[in-house]
């Protein structure tokens, strides 16, 4: 059967993120790692495919093209709307790149008009008379102020976009989202009529998104953060429901594989070691040094890993997760960049040992780590299921082999410290 939605992100965490809010409003979802290569089959059982694409930094012509690559995919599948996603806290600089990514789909699908939201209130970003607040403060007092790749220092949004885009950009201000979608659209056709292409969308509350979500129910293109998915599955009449999240049973070994250095993780780390389960420590001096780290690992995973009377083992943990101290020490020795790559490297190699030795349930740490396991599991795409945490879902993925994994993928500073536990016992219970 055909999609319904089709939805091209801008970065892996995020197309999870969205992917997580339509399921939980209904829709079954597969998220796909990058556009499938030509010849690669337009068929996929779901009601929404999300591409995960690394656009969001890269020069506005990559991005550009990798996005309407996606939308060629996504169109031969059938999907009736497409759906651009970027950062709640709008992540981009003059050059783009979500102007012109936009520009560009509105070009390809033949549309004079789209809309433009951020707004996810239920992760405190809002959007008031245009200006993006993140939780109390304006966008622009935010730490986005400083960060290192889109310093965002204007919480104006319609003249943000306006600085990435050839089209008028406009405001649909929150007079007309709080009345109703009627006067959504009312105020959409009275922009059209001034020569507005893009509209940056009030929303305050979940209430407003879902009024938007029902007034853009025939445009070709929206373009927004994870939030406005709470108000489009309706459109076709889907409701929540369980069974959207519905993933093959789980079977096999658990592990943890963490290589995050966030706080959130580090927490996470120590509640486990706290437990007393089986832990190992990837020290990046120690492969610095040129010694099997990788391989000693999987030795102390096949000691740890064998079945039990309780069913398949684990969770046995894998980490390179320091105090923020220790990782400097480390940096200041082998270089930043030098020390991510060795680590990532390594945890790689763990995990597809890992899964030779049979481990089909495997929670990632770390949002770049995430990326380096699931490439070199040789994993495509992932069919969402139940949320553990706020953006964060069980997934299941098909192994090159043809076998389930069973895998979250957990970005930094996401989840409370009992997350690595809780979420196979999640697993469990949603398997019953
Ligand atoms: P997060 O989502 O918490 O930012 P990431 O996986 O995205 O986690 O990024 C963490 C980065 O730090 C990765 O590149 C990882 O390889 C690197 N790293 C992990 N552990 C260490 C360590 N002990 N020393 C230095 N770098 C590390």
Redesign the pocket.
Known sequence: MAIRLGCVADDFTGATDLANNLVRAGMRVVQLIDVPPDGGEAAVDADAVVIALKSRTVPAADAVEASLRALSWLRSAGAEQIYFKYCSTFDSTPAGNIGPVTEALMDALDTDFTIATPAFPDNGRTVFKGHLFVGDVLLSESGMRHHPLTPMADPHLVSVLGAQSTRAVGLIDHTAVAHGSEAIRARIDELRRQGIGIAIADAVSNDDLLRLGAAVRDMPLVTAGSGLAIGLPANWGFTPSSAAAQLPPPSGHRAIIS????AA?NEQVAEFLRSGRPAFSVD?LRIAAGEDVAGEALAFGAAHLADGPGGPGGPVLFH???TPE??RA??SRLG?VE???L??RA?ARVAQGLVAHGVRRIVV??????GAVVRALGITGLRIGPQIDPGVPWCAAALPGGDTLHIALK???FGGPGFFTDSFALLDREAR
């Open positions: 290589g995050s250095v966030s993780t990046p390179s997760t320091e220790a990782v480390v940096q930043a020390a991510g790559a680590v990532e945890l740490a770390g949002g770049e780590t995430s970005s930094g500073n």
